[in-house]
């Protein structure tokens, strides 16, 4: 039987500065090997979690960012919060090893959004989900209609994955960018995120919205994707919660009724509502 607590030791073989707070770190097997693929060729579902650690420090979830189709390494996202997991990380180096357990949880549901628009939403240090999305989306671009990806900070060097950016664009993506307040050298749009949706055009009978981020930002824009004829069940939301298990058995994830890392993390909008942490 697979022991479902059991740890991958993996090698840290990338660290990058993405901001100030956080780091991208790309881990690839310790052994040299590959990830394991499940029967639909990925390694994990776009908006799926992996807890990832070290024995002695404990253990954070975080959404992999890399190409879910990718099994010789997975990416993550780190936003340094000062709290022993999160900093024990930043403390590392290219070569160090830690142990990461999944995926676990529940993805996006690609089958459903194939043959759609797709308006893709962030905030922050919440992108690493719809990150792996859209290279989801890139791998099957000829299954999807316009994708848009409305993504705001507090100010430019909080927006993470630039480089990234650049080739989502030569893919088809449209990117708008948005940042809280003015600054030096930024000709991007000032403002909330729900304020880009008036850049998108969609086919309001045959789209769906992606978002995670801040609650208040996804409820805010629920309320602006919804007259464009997204209902509450096109929009699926991936929820950012403290986990601990990773498999139902902590009950630290619980929100109202609902396990965030069984039922979730990606959750129709109309489950979640005022949820949020």
């Not at 939403?121 to 890139?138: K, N, R």
């Not at 088809?172 to 998108?200: H, R």
């Amino acid at each position: 039987m697979k022991n479902i607590y059991l740890p991958k030791i993996v090698k840290i073989t990338k660290i990058e500065e993405q901001s100030p707070t956080v780091k991208l770190f790309r881990l690839a097997p310790a052994d040299g090997g590959s990830f394991e693929k499940m029967e639909n060729g990925l390694v994990f579902e776009p908006g799926q979690f992996v807890l990832v650690g070290s024995f002695g420090y404990g253990e954070a979830p975080f959404g992999p960012l890399s190409s879910p189709y990718e099994d010789k390494y997975i990416e993550i996202a780190v936003r340094n919060t000062g709290g022993n997991v999160t900093a024990y990380l930043h403390s590392l180096k290219e070569g160090d090893k830690i142990a990461v357990r999944g995926p676990y949880g529940s993805g996006f549901p690609l089958d459903f959004m194939e043959g759609k628009d797709a308006v893709l939403a962030s905030g922050g240090s919440g992108i690493p989900p719809v990150a792996a999305l859209i290279e989801y989306i890139i791998e099957n671009r000829e299954k999807f209609g316009r994708i848009y990806l409305l993504y705001g900070a507090r100010e430019p060097q909080e927006l993470l994955l630039k480089e990234k950016m650049e080739r989502w664009k030569e893919a088809g993506i449209k990117i708008l960018l948005t940042i809280d307040k003015p600054a030096e050298g930024w000709n991007g749009y000032v403002g909330f995120v729900t304020d880009l949706v008036k850049e998108i055009e969609i086919d309001e009978a045959n789209a769906v919205a992606a978002m995670c981020g801040p609650g208040p930002m996804m409820g805010a824009l629920e309320k602006v994707l919804r007259p464009l004829g997204i209902s509450d069940r096109r929009i699926f939301v991936s929820m950012e919660r403290k986990m601990q298990c990773g498999v139902g058995k902590c009950q630290h994830c619980t929100t109202g009724s609902k396990y965030v890392c069984l039922d979730g993390p990606v959750f129709y909008y109309d489950e979640i509502e005022k949820n949020w942490d």
